[in-house]
């Protein structure tokens, strides 16, 4: 998770995912990437990009990373509790966004994009797990 201090920017899209104009900035609140921007937010259609950029917290090696780093998401807000920013969300920011371009209304475009990074993730797993156990083998 981004620490305590870390930028959030919010800013409002368009329903084509064109920038609106409206942007909103904030810090996170703690050492688990929470954020709250404090106020009603004027949004076109709730259709967001959000960007936070710190330094994190390696869950790995159990300290704090060397470095900032920046991860971007795209969500819709209507009827969202929460907002998040981690890696999944940053790897299907892009997809997303081609998908939109290519016709797909934004809900069509986050399922594929989410179901696509799923099912890499599930052969990755299975990939690794195989070259595991052949390891073990040799």
């Given at each position: 998770?981004?620490?305590?201090?870390?930028?959030v920017t919010l800013t409002d899209l368009n329903k084509d995912l064109s920038q609106s104009g409206k942007s909103y900035t904030t810090n996170t609140t703690s050492d688990l990437g929470s954020f709250d921007f404090g106020q009603t937010l004027d949004l076109s259609c709730g259709?967001?990009?959000?960007?936070?950029?710190?330094?994190?917290?390696?869950?790995?090696?159990?300290?704090?990373?060397?470095?900032?780093?920046?991860?971007?998401?795209?969500?819709?807000?209507?009827?969202?509790?929460?907002?998040?920013?981690?890696?999944?969300?940053?790897?299907?920011?892009?997809?997303?966004?081609?998908?939109?371009?290519?016709?797909?209304?934004?809900?069509?475009?986050?399922?594929?994009?989410?179901?696509?990074?799923?099912?890499?993730?599930?052969?990755?797993?299975?990939?690794?797990?195989?070259?595991?156990?052949?390891?073990?083998?040799?």
């Amino acid at each position: 998770p981004f620490v305590q201090g870390s930028e959030v920017t919010l800013t409002d899209l368009n329903k084509d995912l064109s920038q609106s104009g409206k942007s909103y900035t904030t810090n996170t609140t703690s050492d688990l990437g929470s954020f709250d921007f404090g106020q009603t937010l004027d949004l076109s259609c709730g259709l967001v990009e959000l960007k936070t950029s710190g330094y994190f917290y390696n869950e790995c090696t159990g300290s704090l990373s060397n470095s900032q780093i920046t991860l971007k998401a795209i969500a819709n807000t209507d009827g969202a509790a929460n907002l998040n920013v981690n890696l999944l969300t940053h790897l299907e920011y892009a997809r997303v966004k081609y998908l939109v371009k290519s016709r797909k209304s934004f809900k069509q475009a986050k399922e594929q994009a989410e179901s696509e990074i799923s099912s890499f993730h599930r052969h990755f797993l299975h990939l690794r797990i195989c070259l595991e156990f052949e390891r073990t083998l040799l």
